[in-house]
């Protein structure tokens, strides 16, 4: 980790205590204690779990109609809780359901903040918490990121999605305040023209951050283009990556055009809980938050998983009192590290030892057997630089475009070679390839590898 510099340490000791005094928030002292309890032997935190987990329910079943009579459906008496296992005997909760009984979720009476997922996926989600669950969560993020070298007060470029507009001038005032007290600045990563690309060079160069935090696949594309021109003038920042899957052979660009070798820290997380599991400086795997969440790797019907098996990603929120978030499916594939298996780092917090994609990155075959997604990015990341960037998309009739942007190696073999190493895969399911000079991303900022039309 990079030395202090003064700013850092006069922010961390003087003006962030103060700035959280006025705002009345206790993140400081949720982030001490996380910096003390992820050092604690894995059954210690399972069993702070528990006793979080047992008192989450009894809410639950006492002030929530939806989970009062879902708890009795089940025969489920949460007062009872002995195990995280125990959770298997309540139904997973999807996404449709939760924004459908919303109504009967929330907790009447408590205190509410709101926001929405990006709706990548279909509807937009909004979905309400409460303001300890948002502590909680910065505190979270704030010790992840801590480990990357980010600590607060630290000179941060995020290349991130488009901010939301203030409600009011106050708020707005607000966040200006509060990102200049922190010394971060945010760039608008979904404008990805040459010109938009050079802009994000130049505030590199010019502010040579600590920390460069951003959209996986955006960022991948921001290092490409350095590279490519041979734009890097600045001396090794760390670089976290969020929002999206970080493949192997995204790290080596990332690290030749921001960093250096171990700069490159992967997070998971999604707007319903924001920080899930992040890396840490020992880079085996991914550090799960289990003193915010409860997360299950479970088969389709909410049956656990063991070690090593890739399942969904079922996550119960700890800290959010004001709507119950209860075993609720994110939509995303992972597979868990034993709890033998320590880190390096001597963290005992539990580790995914990787992100699969996501479950709606299924494609289906004639069979109807579901086909990973991910197959294509095992398959072009063995091109190297023949190509820059794809997205493949099923249509309705089952028939899959490939759309392709050349790299600087790219010659008129690669169609060919794609069609033949592909094929095991696909079947008989018809490919068509378009050679494509860009892949415009979403207007969220992030980028869709794989695209099903449903």
């Not at 009894?58 to 125990?86: N, Q």
């Not at 969440?293 to 990603?313: A, H, S």
Request: charged letters at 25%; a positive charge.
């Amino acid at each position: 980790m990079q030395p202090m510099d003064t700013y850092t340490a006069l922010y961390r000791h003087l003006l962030w205590p103060l700035w959280e005094a006025v705002r009345g928030r206790p993140t400081r002292a949720r982030l001490a204690y996380l910096e003390r309890s992820q050092f604690r032997p894995p059954e210690e935190l399972e069993a702070l779990q528990i006793g979080k987990l047992r008192r989450l329910l009894v809410h639950a079943a006492t002030h929530s109609p939806f989970y009062r009579r879902r708890f009795r459906a089940a025969g489920f008496d949460p007062a009872r809780l002995r195990s995280l296992e125990d959770l298997e005997r309540l139904p997973l909760l999807s996404r449709e359901e939760a924004q459908r009984s919303q109504a009967e979720m929330i907790v009447p009476g408590s205190p509410l903040l709101e926001k929405s997922t990006s709706g990548t996926t279909g509807q937009p989600f909004r979905f309400r918490y409460s303001p300890d669950s948002e502590v909680w969560r910065q505190a979270i993020k704030l010790r992840a990121y801590g480990w990357a070298g980010a600590v607060p007060g630290a000179k941060t470029v995020h290349f991130w999605g488009p901010a939301a507009v203030p409600p009011n001038r106050t708020k707005a005032l607000k966040i200006a305040l509060d990102r200049a007290l922190r010394r971060e600045l945010y760039l608008d990563c979904a404008r990805q023209g040459e010109a938009d690309l050079q802009a994000a060079v130049d505030v590199l160069r010019r502010l040579r951050p600590t920390c460069l935090i951003g959209f996986t696949q955006a960022t991948v594309q921001l290092g490409r283009f350095v590279l490519r021109h041979g734009l890097r003038s600045w001396p090794p920042m760390r670089v976290i990556c969020g929002a999206e899957r970080l493949f192997p052979q995204d790290r080596p660009v990332l690290e030749a055009a921001f960093g250096a070798p171990g700069s490159v820290f992967e997070t998971y997380g999604c707007r319903e809980f924001m920080l899930i599991a992040s890396e840490c400086e020992a880079h085996q795997g991914l550090h799960l938050s289990m003193e915010n969440l409860v997360v299950e790797i479970v088969d389709e019907r909410g049956r656990r998983l063991p070690d090593g098996e890739v399942g969904q990603v079922v996550v119960t929120d700890l800290h959010n009192l004001a709507m119950p978030l209860i075993r609720y499916v994110t939509s995303d594939l992972a597979a868990a590290m034993p709890a033998s298996a320590r880190c390096a780092c001597g963290r005992g917090l539990r580790r995914l030892s990787h992100l699969e994609g996501r479950q709606q990155d299924l494609l289906r075959g004639r069979d109807g057997r579901g086909i990973p997604g991910i197959v294509f990015n095992s398959v072009i990341a063995g091109l190297g630089g023949k190509v820059d960037q794809f997205q493949a998309v099923q249509r309705r009739d089952g028939r899959i475009d490939l759309f392709l942007v050349p790299g600087p190696d790219y010659d008129e073999r690669v169609v060919e070679g794609l069609r033949h190493r592909l094929a095991p895969y696909l079947g008989e399911l018809p490919l068509h390839v378009h050679v494509v000079h860009t892949i415009p991303p979403l207007p969220s900022g992030k980028r869709r590898h794989v695209v099903i039309e449903r």
